[in-house]
């Protein structure tokens, strides 16, 4: 079964630090670009960038460049998401999921997603 | 960057009723690179429709895309109470850039 499994849910303060994974199977990961998607509460889906784990290339959304790093380590099948000092405003859920060429590049398998409250 | 509007935001139905949803893009982008999302509460999203008109694995045919240019259309042709969710669409392009809509939420009447 194709799947990409989520760590789970955080919960930290503003200013510290944060990388949650994205695990996929089923499937070679390194074929797949794997993308990154915010929706924070009660809210709509907020594309944030995307990784190609064959060779790392990386591109982002305007709106998250210098917010967040997505890396990935390819002997492991996992995509992260990462922040260097969070923010309130950073308090929502998070999903991977993979794009696929053959669906026209449609996102079609999607993690389960990782909830992150940031709360002093 | 290209901006996916669409309309209504919500939309109030009956089961056995037809769903007509809108997708309007700030300029033209190409059929192939549209793609439609399903999303039920507490769930990922569901990829629904891909390729502006083709049905992703599992999706029933009462489900159907159309639209060229910067006018797009999901079409639930007799509404199931399972297909109440909110829908977004989404557009791809050559940079690998991805943006959706806000969303429309369609609820029972």
């Known amino acids: 079964e194709v799947q990409l499994v989520q760590s789970g849910a955080e919960v930290k303060k503003p200013g510290e630090s944060l990388k949650i994974s994205c695990k996929g199977s089923?499937?070679?990961?390194?074929?797949?670009?794997i993308g990154w998607v915010r929706q924070m509460p009660g809210k709509g889906l907020e594309w944030m960038g995307i990784?190609?784990?064959?060779?790392?290339?990386?591109r982002y959304s305007p709106s998250f460049q210098g917010q967040v790093i997505i890396s990935a380590d390819k002997s492991i099948s996992t995509a992260y998401l990462q922040w260097s000092s969070l923010k309130a405003s950073d308090t929502a859920m998070y999903y991977c999921?993979?794009?696929?060429?053959?669906?026209?590049?449609?996102?079609?398998?999607w993690g389960q997603g990782t909830t992150v409250t940031v709360s002093s | 960057e290209i901006v996916l509007t669409q309309s209504p935001g919500t939309l109030s139905l009956s089961p056995g009723d037809r769903a007509t949803l809108s997708c309007k893009t700030s300029?033209?982008?190409?059929?192939?690179?549209l793609a439609w999302y399903q999303q039920k509460p507490g769930q990922a999203p569901r990829l629904v429709i891909y390729?502006?008109?083709s049905r992703a694995t599992g999706i029933p045919d009462r489900f159907s895309g159309s639209g060229s240019g910067t006018d797009f259309t999901l079409t639930i042709s007799r509404l199931e109470p399972e297909d109440f969710a909110v829908y977004y669409c989404?557009?791809?392009?050559?940079?690998?850039?991805?943006?959706f809509g806000q969303g429309t939420k369609l609820e029972i009447k």
């Open positions: 999921a993979r794009r696929n060429q053959e669906v026209f590049n449609g996102m079609d398998v």
């Open positions: 089923g499937y070679t990961f390194t074929n797949y670009w």
């Open positions: 990784i190609y784990p064959g060779d790392s290339d990386t």
């Open positions: 300029q033209s982008v190409t059929s192939a690179y």
């Open positions: 390729g502006g008109t």
């Open positions: 989404q557009q791809f392009d050559s940079s690998l850039m991805y943006t």
